[in-house]
């Protein structure tokens, strides 16, 4: 089984809707985070997580909302979707306690449509 | 500003035709250079971390450097599987946040 998931794999949905992704790992880290990747832009931080009482904003925070239920879960919603929320977002995990590695470890991706 | 630019965009090898790919950072304070795979359709698979200039790391036919400008990563003899994006990611001292490069996509023919 996949250390990190993610449900869907694959959304359309229309615009004004509102639509959550969710990430769950079995990998124990503690820090979870949510990127989104866009042709010719890279991967862009959403939201990031250190534990379940410390949540912090992206660099493209705007339009989206995060809640951490859990070590192991982490969600992202859209409150009204609109179509340049189209793209394809990634939820990735690091653990705090590998000493200084930080790296990141991703799961398989949403592709997201907004019509 | 903190940036990551990867160059080339794209790339095309013949099987067993060695190249490398750069990976140039300008970041206050480097606290890691993070190399990447992706294939399409999923995500972003850890290959190498960095730390200071001069580390080296080894993987099969992957080698990936570090200088205080920039990351190569070398790829040996390559095979068709090696076909795939690689991304590279840099952490900035007094953050916790990674900035990614937008790739380089690798196609080596057989």
């Known amino acids: 089984d996949a250390d990190v998931t993610q449900t869907p794999r694959n959304r359309i949905t229309k615009t004004g809707k509102r639509i959550m992704l969710e990430c769950s790992q079995t990998?124990?880290?503690?820090?979870m985070y949510w990127y989104r990747q866009d042709p010719g832009l890279g991967l862009r931080l959403i939201y990031y997580?250190?534990?379940?009482?410390?949540?912090n904003k992206g660099e493209i925070s705007d339009g989206y909302s995060v809640s951490r239920q859990a070590q192991a879960k982490f969600s992202l919603s859209l409150e009204s979707a609109i179509p340049n929320q189209t793209a394809l977002y990634f939820c990735?995990?690091?653990?705090?306690?590998?000493?200084?590695?930080?790296?990141?470890?991703f799961g398989p991706g949403t592709r997201l449509t907004v019509t | 500003e903190d940036q990551v630019t990867q160059s080339p965009e794209a790339l095309r090898l013949q099987e067993g035709e060695s190249s490398s790919l750069n990976c140039s950072y300008t970041?206050?304070?480097?606290?890691?250079l993070f190399w990447y795979r992706q294939d399409p359709g999923k995500g972003p698979e850890f290959l190498f971390t960095?730390?200071?200039a001069g580390e080296e790391k080894e993987k099969e036919r992957l080698k990936a450097t570090l200088t205080k400008k920039e990351s190569f990563l070398h790829i040996t003899a390559p095979k068709p599987e090696d076909s795939a994006t690689y991304l590279c990611?840099?952490?900035?001292?007094?953050?916790?946040?990674?900035?990614f490069g937008t790739g380089t996509r690798l196609k080596v023919l057989a």
């Open positions: 997580s250190f534990d379940v009482k410390d949540i």
């Open positions: 970041v206050s304070g480097l606290r890691g």
């Open positions: 990998k124990g880290h503690d820090r």
């Open positions: 990611a840099a952490r900035a001292s007094g953050t916790y946040k990674y900035i």
């Open positions: 960095l730390y200071s």
């Open positions: 990735a995990t690091s653990d705090r306690t590998s000493g200084s590695s930080y790296e990141q470890y």
